[in-house]
C-alpha cells in the first residue's frame, strides 16, 4: 500500500553550512532539474489563523500525524487548499463534495509538504489577497454573470483550462500544488525554458538586455525576460493576452519572479504581481520548490478533446428540454 509521507519543511529555505551552489560553464548557479510544488500550505492565510504567521514545530507534528489519519490510507483524496483545510480542521473523515462517484483515493495522490508558514503570501504581512478595486469587483461580477447565462454557448465559452489550452502563468494557488505540479527547468547563457507538467506548457524566457515585446503583441502566458541579480534569476513578465485570467486579471497584469536556489534540493520560488486596475496594492507569495528525480511525463490533454462535445451536446439538450 502506498503511504503519504508527510515532509517538514523550515518556515525559511536557509542554505546549509558550507554549501554553495552548483555553476553552469557560463558561472551562473545552475537552476537546472525537475522541481516539485507539493506544498500543502494554502495561498492565503486561514480566518482562523488571524495573525499567526508561522506554527510550532509541535503544531507541525499534530499537523503531520493527522495528515496521515487523513490520507495515509484509502478514503477520499483532497485537492488544492482542501488538504490544509481539513487537516487544520481536524475532521473524522474527509469526504469527497462529489455524493456520486466520490474523488480519487488518497493512496493515489502525491505527497503533500508540510511547512510552519500559514499562507504562501508573505506580502501583505496579513497573508491574504489584496482588496479588489471598484472597477476589478463590477468586471468580475459581470463575468460571472454572463457565464451563469453563457456557460456553454460555445467552446469560448468555456474555460482555458476546459479547452486544453493552459491554466495560466503564474500557476499559485488552487491546483497550482500536489496535482500534476512538477517542473523542468533548461539554462543556457542566454535563455531559460520552464517546461510545465500540466498541459505540458513550455515557457522560454530570453536573458539578458533585451527589450520587451510591443505593447501591441500579447501572448497567454504574457512577454518575459530574465536577468541575473547576483545568485538569484529576476524574470519580468508583462503583454498578457486580455483572454487570459488569472483571479481577476489579465492584460494590465505585471509579474516579477525570483528564483533563488538555496540548497541541493531546495529552489525558493517568489512572484510579485501588480495590477492597477484589479487589486489595490501589489502582493507577494513564496512556493517552497523542492528537487524531484522523476521524470515528466505526457500530460494527454488536448484542444477539441472528447470532453468538449459532451459538454456542448449536453448544453443543446438542456436548451431543447427547457424549449429553447
Known amino acids: ?28 548557479v545552475n537552476l537546472q532539474g525537475v522541481w516539485a510544488n507539493n506544498a500543502a500550505t494554502p495561498l492565503e492565510r486561514p480566518d482562523s ?5 508561522v506554527f510550532s514545530d509541535e503544531e507541525v507534528a499534530e499537523l503531520q500525524e493527522t495528515a496521515q489519519r487523513l490520507f495515509g490510507g484509502a478514503d477520499d483524496a483532497a485537492f488544492a487548499d482542501g488538504v490544509f483545510n481539513a ?14 462517484t466520490g474523488n480519487y483515493s488518497s493512496v493515489w495522490m502525491v505527497d503533500r509538504v ?7 503570501i508573505t506580502d501583505p504581512p496579513d497573508g491574504k489577497l489584496p482588496a479588489y478595486t471598484t472597477e476589478a469587483t463590477a468586471r468580475i461580477e459581470g463575468e460571472a454573470a454572463y457565464r451563469r447565462e453563457h456557460s456553454a454557448d460555445g467552446p469560448e465559452d468555456r474555460s482555458l483550462q476546459v479547452r486544453c489550452i493552459t491554466y495560466g502563468i503564474p500557476r499559485v494557488g488552487g491546483l497550482g500544488a500536489g496535482y500534476n505540479s512538477y517542473y523542468q527547468i533548461f539554462q543556457t547563457p ?7 507538467e500540466m498541459i505540458h506548457d513550455a515557457r522560454v524566457i530570453p536573458i539578458g538586455d533585451m527589450p520587451h515585446a510591443h505593447d501591441a503583441i500579447r501572448q497567454w502566458h504574457g512577454d518575459s525576460r530574465g536577468r541575473w541579480e547576483g545568485n538569484t534569476l529576476v524574470v519580468e513578465t508583462t503583454n ?3 483572454q487570459s485570467r488569472y483571479r481577476g486579471a489579465a492584460e494590465n497584469l505585471h509579474m516579477v519572479e525570483r528564483f533563488t536556489l538555496t540548497g541541493p534540493d531546495a529552489l525558493e520560488y517568489e512572484i510579485t504581481l501588480t495590477d492597477e486596475a484589479t ?28 470532453g468538449m462535445a459532451g459538454i456542448l451536446g449536453g448544453a443543446r439538450a438542456e436548451e431543447s428540454s427547457a424549449g429553447r
Open 87 to 100: 487537516v487544520l480542521d481536524n475532521v473524522a473523515k474527509n469526504v469527497s463534495r462529489d455524493g456520486g
Open 49 to 53: 489563523l488571524v495573525g499567526k504567521a
Open 279 to 306: 487589486w489595490v496594492r501589489p502582493w507577494t507569495a513564496m512556493v517552497p520548490l523542492g528537487r524531484s528525480q522523476d521524470a515528466l511525463f505526457e500530460y494527454a490533454c488536448h484542444e477539441g478533446n472528447i
Open 114 to 120: 508540510f511547512e510552519h508558514r500559514t499562507s504562501l
Open 240 to 242: 498578457y493576452s486580455p
Open 190 to 196: 542566454d535563455h531559460l525554458v520552464i517546461l510545465g
Open 1 to 28: 500500500m502506498l503511504v503519504l509521507v508527510l515532509v517538514l519543511a523550515s518556515t525559511a529555505l536557509a542554505q546549509p553550512a558550507g554549501w554553495t551552489p552548483p555553476r553552469t560553464s557560463d558561472g551562473r
